[in-house]
């Protein structure tokens, strides 16, 4: 398994994957992602997320989708996973666990002080996952939202 920073030719590749994400969080009707998006965010000029891949035998297997908040309180910046995922028959085989490092990896580079990502409720597999990599749950702080639109007519 070869674990390296995804390539303007890997996205297709990544939008199944996401397509994939969305679909097994339960988010897929809503999800707008397209492969220009994914070309833009990724690659364009100005990328706003950076993704690691996962290789198998030169099929893409898996992928960490990273983005950074480069202020906090901490004065460092903060990379948030947005994504990880690994297609079904190659869970259980160290992509994740690899993939993760990758990301660790990018954190460091960029002198984050901390890795931050959400995990869908119920998913223990996941849970479990993050835990054996040193994550923990953040019992000071609640993931809100104000659904697509919604707080358009509150504020």
């Not at 070309?39 to 297997?61: C, N, Q, R, S, Y």
């Not at 906090?72 to 996973?81: E, S």
């Not at 490092?101 to 901390?114: P, S, T």
């Amino acid at each position: 398994m070869i674990v390296r920073a995804a390539r303007p030719a890997d996205v297709d590749r990544l939008l199944e994957l996401m397509t994939g994400l969305a679909r097994f969080e339960g988010y897929f009707d809503d999800f707008a992602v397209t492969r220009d998006s994914v070309l833009a965010g990724g690659f364009g000029d100005a990328p706003i997320f950076k993704a690691f891949v996962a290789e198998v035998e030169g099929t893409v297997i898996g992928m960490a989708v990273t983005y950074v908040v480069p202020w906090t309180y901490t004065l460092r910046p903060r990379l948030v996973l947005k994504e990880l995922f690994i297609n079904e028959g190659h869970r259980d085989a160290g992509a994740g666990r690899a993939l993760f490092a990758a990301v660790a990896e990018h954190a460091r580079h960029l002198g984050a002080g901390e890795i931050a990502w959400t995990v869908t409720n119920g998913n223990s597999k996941a849970e479990a996952f993050y835990r054996s990599v040193g994550g923990k749950p953040d019992v000071k702080w609640q993931n809100w939202t104000s659904g697509a639109g919604g707080y358009e007519d509150k504020c």
